[in-house]
C-alpha cells in the first residue's frame, strides 16, 4: 500500500498553494506549520514572507485565508495577531486518516526517497576483556538507529569494530603456550555448549596470571614482545592462538548481546584485524598524495585548528616512527573498506563523546583523500556517560567499573519482582512471569538510556526505570498490555472507524498525536535521535491514558458507532505502540 500523507502535510500543501497565489512572484514558500495549542495548526511563514514582498501580513494572511478550501480538510481557518493562521481540521479527515494507516502494516509510514546504504559502527567490546557499563550506550543506541534507518528504507550493514588486535596478545599467546590448557573447558560439561560466564572466566584468570608474568619476568616480557612480531608477520601458530581468543571472546560477547535481545551475527563481526592487509597501501595513498607527512619519523596529518596545550599542532599519527600503526591508520582503512567495497554513503559511528576529537580529525583525513566527498558523509553519533546516582560514572561500591551483564541481571531480576506483584491479578503463569520480567527489565535499561539525548550523560537509577510510573518503558509496556486487555474484553464489538462521528477533545489529540508517527520516525532517522522516538511514544501512551479516562470504551457501554471508533483508536494506538517500541529493540507482552 501508498504511504499515507499526514494531515500536516496535506495542511502544509494547501497553504502553500494559497501563499503562491497571493503573491505569485515570491516562488515557493514555507507555511512554517506546526501544532498549536490555540487550534490544531499554526502557519506562521506569512509574516517572513509579507516582510519580503513589503506586504502587510495580516491583509495577506486575510487574502490567503480566501484561496484555502475548507469543509472536507480544513474545517476553519481564523487570522490571528500580526498575521498567524490558526487551522482547525475536520474530525472526518481526522478519522479517515488514521483508518488509511491502520489499514497499512507500515502504519501508512512513507519510504525515504532518498535512501541509500548506511554502515552503523556499534557495539565494539575488546576481545579479552569483561564488556561494562560503559559498552552498553555504543549497543543499545546503535541497534536502535538499525531498526529505524532499516524501517524508513535504508539498507543498513552492521558492522562490529571489535578490539581484536594489538601488543597485549602477545603477552596473552606466549602465556597460552607455555600453559597450554588454559582455555580449555570443564570436562564434566559433557560436551555441553559452553556458557558465557565460563568463557569469561577463562579469560579473566588467562589475562590476569599472563599480565603478572609479564610484569614480574623479563625473559617472559622478552619472548611476549617477540610473540606480538609473530602475530603481526602472519605466523601459522600464533595466528591459530590468537583465533582461539576470538573464538572464546565471542562465546561470551554473543551471551552478552542476547541478554540484552540484541541479535548479533559472526559476518557483522569485523574486529581491529579485518583491515591489517589494507594498512600498508594506507599510509602510501596518504603519504604519496601529501596528505600525511613524516615528523620525527613518524606518518602524521596536521590540521590548522588542532593544537597542543603548548600552541603546537597536535597531528593525527597514522604509523609510529617504529612502524607499528596506530588506530587511525585502522579506522581509515576501515573507511576505505566501507565506501569502496560495501558502497556506503553514509557512515554512521556509535561511540563516546570523549573519541570525538580522534574522529573528527580521521573523517578529515578521509574527506582530504578524497575518500569521503558530498555524496559520502561519515557521521559520529557520539553518546555521554552513564552515571549513577551521585551524578559519578557509574562504578561499583570498591571503585571499579559495574560488569554489564550483573547490571542486566540485576534489571531483570528487580523488573520481575515488579511483575510478580500485579501478576494474580492479569492472571499470568510462572513461565509468563518470568519472561515478562525478561522483557521488564531489559527494555527499562534500554529505554533510560534511549530516553535521553544520547550526548548527554544519564543517571543509571533501577529503581526509576522499572516504575510504572513517569517516563519509563514499563509506563509503556504496561499501556500496551492494558490495550490489548480492552480490546480481549470488547466482545463481540469490533475496532471500526467511523468518520462521520463527531470527535470528543481527547479523541481528537490522539488521532492528531498517531497521524504524526511517520513525520516522526522521518526526523528521527535523518537527525539520528531514538530519543524522539522514546518522546513520542511517552507522549502517546499518556494521551490514551486521557483519552480512556474521558471516553468510555467498553463501560458504561457507549452506543455502538462510538465504541467502535474508539476501540479503532485504541487499536491503531497499540500498533503503534508496539512498532515504536520494536524499532528501539523492546518488547512489548500482551499482559503485564
Same mark, same amino acid.
Request: glycine content about 8%.
Given at each position: ?288 598524495? %601529501? ?6 619519523? =613518524?606518518?602524521?596529518?596536521? *590540521?590548522?585548528? !588542532?593544537? +597542543?596545550? &603548548? /600552541?603546537? $599542532? ?55 583523500? %578524497? ?6 558523509? =561519515?557521521?559520529?553519533?557520539? *553518546?555521554?556517560? !552513564?552515571? +549513577?546516582? &551521585? /551524578?559519578? $560514572? ?71 526505570? !522499572? ?126
Amino acid at each position: 500500500m501508498a504511504s499515507v500523507p499526514s494531515l500536516a502535510s496535506s495542511v502544509n500543501q494547501r497553504v502553500a498553494d494559497a501563499l503562491a497565489s497571493a503573491l505569485p512572484d515570491a516562488g515557493a514558500s514555507d507555511p512554517l506549520l506546526r501544532r498549536s495549542d490555540r487550534a490544531d495548526f499554526q502557519a506562521n511563514g506569512i509574516l517572513a514572507l509579507a516582510k519580503k514582498a513589503k506586504a502587510n501580513p495580516r491583509e495577506l494572511a486575510t487574502t490567503v485565508v480566501e484561496g484555502i478550501p475548507t469543509g472536507d480538510l480544513i474545517k476553519e481557518i481564523e487570522v490571528s495577531g500580526p498575521g498567524f493562521l490558526n487551522i482547525t481540521i475536520t474530525d472526518r479527515a481526522i478519522v479517515e486518516t488514521l483508518a488509511a494507516r491502520a489499514a497499512d502494516a507500515r502504519l501508512g509510514v512513507p519510504l525515504s526517497p532518498t535512501a541509500g546504504t548506511t554502515v552503523i559502527d556499534y557495539a565494539q567490546p575488546n576481545v579479552a576483556k569483561e564488556m561494562h557499563v560503559g559498552h552498553l550506550r555504543s549497543a543499545v543506541i546503535g541497534a536502535a538507529m538499525v531498526e529505524i534507518l532499516e524501517f524508513t528504507g535504508e539498507s543498513v550493514v552492521r558492522r562490529h569494530h571489535i578490539g581484536d588486535w594489538g601488543t597485549q596478545f602477545g603477552m596473552l599467546i606466549q602465556y597460552l603456550i607455555e600453559h597450554p590448557h588454559e582455555l580449555d573447558h570443564d570436562a564434566a560439561a559433557g560436551g555441553a555448549e559452553v556458557s558465557g560466564e565460563e568463557a569469561m572466566s577463562n579469560l579473566n584468570r588467562l589475562y590476569k596470571a599472563s599480565r603478572a608474568l609479564f610484569d614480574s619476568d623479563e625473559e617472559f616480557k622478552t619472548r611476549a614482545r617477540a610473540r606480538v612480531v609473530d602475530l603481526q608477520a602472519g605466523e601459522p601458530e600464533t595466528l591459530a592462538l590468537w583465533q582461539r581468543f576470538v573464538d572464546e571472546s565471542k562465546i561470551y560477547f554473543y551471551s552478552v548481546f542476547n541478554k540484552l535481545d540484541m541479535d548479533i551475527q559472526d559476518p557483522d563481526v569485523v574486529g581491529e584485524s579485518g583491515y591489517n592487509d589494507m594498512l600498508v597501501e594506507t599510509c602510501r595513498l596518504l603519504e604519496e598524495s %601529501g596528505v600525511a607527512v613524516r615528523s620525527n619519523g =613518524a606518518l602524521c596529518v596536521f *590540521f590548522e585548528d !588542532v593544537k +597542543g596545550p &603548548d /600552541g603546537n $599542532p597536535t597531528p593525527l599519527i597514522v604509523q609510529k616512527s617504529d612502524g607499528g600503526f596506530g588506530y587511525a591508520a585502522t579506522d581509515l582503512s576501515a573507511i576505505r573498506d566501507r565506501v569502496g567495497n560495501l558502497k556506503a554513503s553514509t557512515l554512521l559511528y556509535v561511540v563516546d563523546a570523549r573519541q570525538s576529537l580522534h574522529f573528527k580529525m580521521v573523517f578529515e583525513t578521509a574527506r582530504r583523500a %578524497g575518500w569521503l566527498d558530498e555524496d559520502t558523509k =561519515a557521521v559520529q553519533l557520539a *553518546f555521554g556517560t !552513564v552515571l +549513577g546516582k &551521585d /551524578g559519578k $560514572p557509574f562504578k561499583t561500591r570498591e571503585g571499579e567499573t559495574v560488569r554489564l551483564v550483573d547490571l542486566l541481571d540485576e534489571a531483570v531480576e528487580r523488573a520481575t519482582a515488579v511483575v510478580r506483584e500485579k501478576a494474580e491479578k492479569v492472571g499470568l503463569t510462572e513461565a509468563e512471569i518470568v519472561e515478562n520480567g525478561q522483557y521488564v527489565g531489559i527494555g527499562a535499561v534500554k529505554y533510560a538510556d534511549l530516553s535521553t539525548s544520547a550526548a548527554r550523560d544519564y543517571k543509571f537509577d533501577l529503581d526509576q526505570m !522499572v516504575s510504572l510510573n513517569g517516563d519509563t518503558s514499563v509506563y509503556l509496556q504496561y499501556a500496551y498490555a492494558r490495550i490489548r486487555s480492552i480490546l480481549r474484553k470488547a466482545g463481540d464489538r469490533s475496532p471500526l472507524a467511523h468518520p462521520e462521528l463527531e470527535l470528543a477533545p481527547a479523541e481528537r489529540a490522539l488521532g492528531l498525536h498517531l497521524d504524526g508517527f511517520g513525520e516522526l520516525i522521518e526526523e528521527a532517522a535523518t537527525e539520528y535521535a531514538p530519543h524522539k522516538v522514546a518522546a513520542y511514544l511517552y507522549q502517546l501512551s499518556s494521551l490514551f491514558s486521557t483519552f480512556y479516562e474521558q471516553c468510555p470504551v467498553i463501560k458504561p457501554e457507549p452506543e455502538l458507532a462510538v465504541g467502535e471508533n474508539r476501540l479503532f483508536l485504541a487499536d491503531l494506538t497499540a500498533a503503534t505502540l508496539a512498532k515504536g517500541m520494536s524499532l528501539l529493540g523492546i518488547r512489548t507482552p500482551e499482559k503485564l
